[in-house]
């Protein structure tokens, strides 16, 4: 399975900022409401927006209807087209649904319109250009992402809302150390479950998983509405997961679901756990579940996968088919994986083709570099794969799935030392990371044997003799802490 797609990554953590970016310090006159009524399901998102929470569908349902309406008699109101264009954003994400974009761009590009009218530029904008960022993220233009989430950051350093949007867009290229200190500067200006989730990805790409999964709690401790709690849990499940602890994953989806019965991402996260504990027929319940609720690609492919290994190729060629005919902004690691995985040697040459391209156009991602890697490995060309494979290995985040291509790269090239570190590395990391790719695992580490007796004496353990720079550590313990500056300190530090 690919739980480091970023895609999944955006809809996570990203979402609930999406929106906050244009309702911050901004209430809309709601049609029809009375000051002796509560309020509404639009006001109820919008409140929650500006405190960075997740609103609840149906109420982020509202907020779109009301502003549609609102703006059809006031079409001059910027501020309100800015944030139809981030519901729309938001809405899109989480329901998997690209048709929301198009819709996002055309609200967001009025309101830049509006505001600029008479004036030279559109820098007095700030709401549009934020909402501008996320959008460019949601489709996986990680550029644009950060060129127009730094133009706000730039204009406004204290504008909190526009941080998110960035450390997503840094993510997406794989600048980790400008990643970093975005979400200091937004643990600065900002308090919440939204920055304590920030502050679990930070620390689990940097392969810190215990502060990763404390920092996760917090999260759900600090969450206001169900909607960001149920998120929050879900999150803790899948750095669980990524743990190797089906278990306490399934405990932290359950909860999730009980707060939100149709979790998208929770759903998904529970077919995996089950699948692992061997409640096959549940996990694929779980997953059409999943899909009806909630189609990302990655999920289509995971879906797939399990399919495949239960002996239910029918059922897996036709998800394998669904995500090759419907086009996925921003998947390019799924639609490589799975051409590398599961095509003939021209869909394999298309998916090398595709991922070098990304990769020369600034996408330099972990996860990236795990693809191209993984599909030159698949067409032929190991010696070159396993320079990406180092480059997914060696920047911090613990992968099964990154150590696992790398052994099996390693393998190929008979480095039998590395290959044997790795494979039993992805196992050590979580050896159900994959229904398809675990037992192979274990076959691979199986015909490589035990390590010979009598090592050469270039590699023996001496002192004179330094290890390799590219080794890794036979334990499972996390990485030493390098003790950079920048990095958020947890509650209550």
Known sequence: MRPENVSRTVLASGVGAVLAATALLYVPELVGRTPERPPGAAERATHAANAGAQAALPDLVALIGDRETWLRAHPDDAASWALLGAAYTERGLRRADPADLPRAERALERSLKTKSAGKAGNAGNLDAQVGMAALANARGDWKSGKEWGERARNADPKRWAAYPVLIDAYDGLGDYAAAQKATEALAELHSGSAVSARSAQLYRNLGWREDAGAAALDAVALAETAPEKAAALSRAGDLAWERGEPKEALAQYAAALGLVKDHGPSLAGRARARAALGRTQ??????????????????????????????????????????????????????????????????????????????????????????????????????????????????????????????????????????????????????????????????????????????????????????????????????????????PKKPGM
């Open 282 to 487: 549940e996990a694929v319940r779980d997953w059409r579940a999943a899909l009806e609720r909630l189609p990302l690609p990655e999920y289509l492919l995971e879906a797939a996968e399990l399919d495949e290994s239960l002996g239910l190729d029918g059922d897996a060629r036709a998800l394998y088919e669904r995500l090759r005919t419907t086009a996925w902004p921003g998947a390019e690691v799924t639609l490589g994986l799975l051409d590398a995985d599961h095509g003939g040697a021209a869909r394999t040459a298309d998916a090398v083709r595709r991922l070098r391209a990304a990769w020369a156009g600034g996408h330099r991602s972990v996860q990236v570099a795990d693809a191209l890697g993984w599909a030159l490995f698949r067409s032929g060309e190991p010696k070159e794969a396993l320079a990406y494979a180092k480059k997914a290995t060696d920047e911090g985040l613990r992968s099964a799935l990154f150590a696992y291509h790398r052994g099996e790269i390693e393998r190929a090239l008979e480095d039998y030392g590395p290959a044997r570190r790795h494979l039993a590395e992805a196992l050590r990391i979580n050896p159900y990371f994959s229904p398809l790719l675990a037992p192979r695992a274990k076959e691979s580490l199986a015909a490589l044997g035990d390590p010979p007796d009598e090592l050469p004496k270039d590699v023996r353990p001496e002192k004179d003799v330094q290890p390799e720079k590219d080794a890794q550590p036979e334990t499972n313990a996390e990485p030493e802490r390098p003790g950079k500056p920048g990095v």
